[in-house]
């Protein structure tokens, strides 16, 4: 006989989870991993992007009743989750963790959001089901263990299905048979391609959104009565066998259970530093480091390049692509413009994602320069290391290695630093005052109903 569903154990701890069984770190963690994200949305309303997708959703059903970060208007409660998602990882600017390598806020925070105004969830209850999601988004990445990235899949949007489902229940008061029927049926639904990569196109946006509309859908269905299948994770059939395939892939399914409750995978959430694909960070702080040292760019003759071999074809293929992107998003996959931007410039922020610096020609006959290799040191997933090696037309060598990638592990992003960044996106939509009260809002946001909070974030004064 089997043992009992991986389903299972994650539908009671989805139900059981108690605001006071959070540690005070982890929550004061998570608060602050929330407030970046929310930074980072408010930053994401003044793009173009998010203004598209606004109108396409807008035109499928009007307004609704739910709040999106930044917007004036309101949405029905699948199409605010969808819009809320695109904000918080449009930019790519989102947490990861770096051993599932999943956007757990992404897949976690818009459901959570959405869903608890919607229910007009208490504070803690909203904190519950933000964490029940992170851990869960993040230990289904930990069991995959690359596997989905390998496939062509973007993890976060395959993971957020699950997360979402279990958000979505937790708040709506499901209980465990149908908390497990809800993964059931997200089941059938978990997909993310990751074909953007071939040419900057915005599906990524997208993927954590959809995958709260799978979830929320899922839920309802539960509650309803739907019958779904009971072993959606290690079924003949199920998510790994159908996705990583049974020869070349063995899920270590342990990874999503064992320490559920007692070990916060979510706490160790790296921020990012740097608004690009996190695989890319090391090279670029590389960049900027040997950028003191070489006040001439154009005396460059070669830069090698060293990423993890896993994350070549993300960052750095097809090259053609890589050393000429046609757009912000397309930059933000490539190695070879990132290093030559942050050598030019001296500096890699949103501000170099503009289309005049795409377009700069110093920094277009740079990155023709930049070969990318596997780094034979490379502790992926652990950090996602790198480093450069620049050889100089007069023959000096600059060399610079990154062994843990900042944001990670013992370099992780401070709350005092986090809230910077914070500050820093927010005060691109916002006045310094009110982001200040968003600020304060999210870090208390425990001693009142979430139905607030989204009041807050979704003003009309902050909106276009």
């Not at 904000?87 to 956007?103: E, N, P, Q, R, S």
């Not at 229940?169 to 048979?177: A, H, Y």
């Not at 922020?349 to 490379?378: F, N, R, T, W």
């Amino acid at each position: 006989m089997p043992g009992e569903a991986v389903s299972s154990g994650l539908a009671r701890f989805t139900r059981e989870l108690a605001f006071e069984d959070i540690p005070d770190d982890v929550g004061e963690r998570i608060k602050h991993l929330m407030l970046d994200g929310i930074g980072i949305a408010l930053a994401a309303s003044r793009y173009s992007f998010a203004r598209t997708i606004w109108d396409g959703l807008a035109n499928l059903g009007g307004d609704g009743a739910c709040s999106v970060i930044g917007m004036e208007g309101r949405l029905h409660a699948r199409d605010a989750v969808m819009m809320n998602g695109a904000l918080i990882h449009g930019l790519d600017f989102d947490d990861t963790h770096m051993k599932a390598v999943v956007h757990a806020t992404a897949a976690a925070l818009p459901t959570a959001l959405v869903m608890a105004e919607k229910q007009n969830a208490s504070g803690p209850e909203f904190l519950c089901a933000y964490l029940i999601g992170m851990e869960v988004a993040i230990r289904i990445g930990m069991a995959a263990d690359f596997g989905f990235h390998h496939r062509g899949l973007h993890a976060t949007g395959v993971v957020g299905h699950f997360a979402a489902a279990l958000i979505a229940g937790r708040l709506m008061g499901l209980d465990e048979d149908q908390l497990t029927s809800a993964q059931g049926i997200v089941g059938s639904t978990a997909m993310a391609s990751q074909e953007f990569v071939e040419d900057g196109s915005w599906n990524k946006r997208l993927h954590p959104g959809w995958a709260g509309v799978a979830g929320i859908t899922a839920a309802a269905l539960a509650e309803s009565g739907f019958i779904a299948p009971a072993r959606p994770y290690e079924g003949r059939f199920g998510l790994f066998r159908s996705l990583l395939g049974v020869a070349e892939e063995k899920p270590d399914l342990s990874a999503i259970t064992d320490g559920l409750g007692e070990r916060w995978e979510a706490a160790s959430s790296a921020v990012k530093p740097f608004p690009t694909c996190h695989f890319t960070h090391a090279v670029a702080d590389a960049a900027l480091a040997l950028g003191e040292y070489i006040p001439d760019s154009d005396q460059i003759v070669c830069i090698k390049a060293r990423i993890p071999a896993e994350t070549i074809p993300v960052i750095a293929e097809p090259v053609a692509n890589k050393i000429k992107p046609t757009s912000d998003y397309d930059a933000k996959f490539s190695t070879q413009f990132i290093v030559a931007a942050a050598l030019v410039k001296g500096r890699f922020g949103l501000a170099e994602l503009k289309d005049e610096v795409l377009g700069d020609p110093a920094i277009l006959d740079l990155a023709q320069k930049v070969e990318c290799e596997a780094d034979p040191e490379s502790q992926f997933p652990k950090y996602y290391s790198g480093g450069l090696h620049i050889t100089m037309r007069n023959g000096e060598t600059h060399e610079h290695y990154e062994p843990i990638n900042r944001g990670a592990g013992e370099r992780a992003l401070t709350q005092g630093e986090i809230t910077d960044k914070f500050m820093a996106n927010a005060t691109l939509a916002v006045s310094s005052e009110r982001a200040e009260a968003i600020r304060d809002a999210v870090l208390c946001v425990d001693e009142f109903p979430a139905r607030k909070l989204m009041g807050l974030l979704s003003d009309g004064s902050i909106a276009r």
